[in-house]
């Protein structure tokens, strides 16, 4: 574990960038470090690896003070991965991961070898092995960011802002994959951003930072959503907070409707079994079950279903697996308000009206554990 102990860091012009911060950082697992421009989140990371040295209070490492380690020591058990990763131009991809295991005198074929296990395990095709940094995306050399910080095995990794500048959609992809990734190693990640978004995804444990680096909050983010600690914390997480919170509760115990649900290849009886009272409207499978769209029954009943007639059926959601939050989305952006729950496959197992995630949402943010399933928190990963 990395203890922080009152610790202040006062620059030589006399800014105090971090005042008597004091948090537990637990092991294996992502804690968040967020906050506004300048609240002294990188000087927070770089004090635990000993780039900037704390003017009072101690850092501990497994209970050990990080000052009374080598400093060549410390930094080889901590790997560091910057905003646009900072990899070396002039060194090849399979190069820049083999740095430090080089460094560590590993012989050369060895280093290349543990660099080519990395690319495959940070998602990177060995095809890129041989290119420069400039020939990558930005989202690719990130990854190559995070490959170099894994390749001598460290028990922590320090990221400041790794994702930062690359577009939307490589972020999300980035994000998964540390997740994926940290699931899999069991590293203890201490990673700083100013997106609260980014923060309540990844973060086990989140540290909300105000100017003058003081600790405004340290909470998992289900609490720091549902319990802000002032208007700081309320106003940083945003307006939509309620809804952001939806991600933490399960869609599993959502009562499904499961008759208003047809075959494209059914017959005019079997349709007309299935029209559901209270239900305007038929979901249309495919004959493997998978959903095509929604039909009104009087249209359905007489004659085949035309699968270019439906109306869409939205973005269905993972029954279980994906969070309330996901629902929700599923039944606003449904033409006629029921959502569609899909299994790991993307078979139909049920519709649910906006109604149902109404009253589930209810009782969920009622009681944090309710009629809606558990509120799941990280550990289930239903978050995002
Ligand atoms: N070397 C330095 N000398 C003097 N002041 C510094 C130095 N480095 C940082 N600061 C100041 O310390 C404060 C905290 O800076 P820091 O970079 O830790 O913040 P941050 O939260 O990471 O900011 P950002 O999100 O903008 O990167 C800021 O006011 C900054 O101007």
């Known amino acids: 574990m990395i203890r922080m102990d009152s610790v202040t860091k006062r620059y030589p012009d006399g800014t105090v960038a971090v005042d008597r911060l004091s948090l537990e950082i637990p092991d294996r697992s992502i804690t968040v470090l967020v906050g506004p421009s300048g609240c002294g989140k990188t000087t927070t990371l770089r004090m635990i690896n000993r780039m900037v040295e704390p003017s009072e209070g101690r850092i501990l490492l497994d209970g050990a003070d990080i000052q009374e380690q080598p400093v060549n020591t410390l930094r080889r058990s901590m790997g560091y991965v910057i905003q646009n990763a900072g990899l070396f131009p002039h060194r090849t991809i399979v190069d820049n991961i083999a740095t430090v295991p080089r460094l560590l005198g590993w012989g050369r074929n060895k280093a290349r070898a543990r660099a080519a296990e990395l690319m495959e395990r940070v998602g990177l095709d060995a095809s890129l092995a041989k290119r420069y940094p400039y020939q990558l995306s930005g989202g690719q050399q990130q990854r190559v960011g995070v490959a170099r910080a894994l390749a001598a095995d460290p028990p922590v990794l320090l990221m400041d802002e790794p994702f930062s500048a690359v577009d939307p959609v490589v972020r999300k992809g980035l994000q998964d994959e540390l997740l994926r990734i940290q699931e899999e190693l069991g590293k203890t990640v201490v990673f700083v951003t100013h997106d609260i978004d980014e923060a309540v995804k990844l973060g086990t444990m ?134 569609v729950a899909v299994d790991g496959t993307g078979r139909v197992v049920g519709v649910v009206s906006q109604q149902t995630i109404g009253e589930a949402i209810r009782s969920a943010h009622a009681g944090g554990r309710s009629a809606a399933g558990t509120e799941a928190g990280t550990e289930a990963g239903v978050a995002g």
Do not use: N
């Open 206 to 339: 989140v540290a909300v930072l105000r100017t003058g680096g003081r600790l405004a909050q340290y909470a998992p983010p289900a609490e720091l959503l549902s319990a802000p600690a002032d208007g700081f914390v309320e106003d940083f997480l945003g307006t939509d907070r309620g809804i952001r919170r939806l991600s933490f509760f399960a869609s599993g115990g959502l009562r499904l409707q499961k008759s208003p649900i047809v075959s494209v290849d059914s017959t005019a009886e079997q349709i007309a079994a299935r029209v559901t009272p209270g239900v305007p409207y038929l979901l249309v499978t495919d004959p493997d079950g998978r959903p095509l769209g929604w039909g009104e029954p009087d249209e359905l009943t007489a004659g085949s279903p035309d699968p270019d007639r439906l109306l869409p059926h939205g973005r269905p959601f993972e029954y279980g697996s994906e969070s309330l939050r996901a629902a929700l989305d599923g039944a606003v952006l449904s033409p006629t308000g029921w959502a």
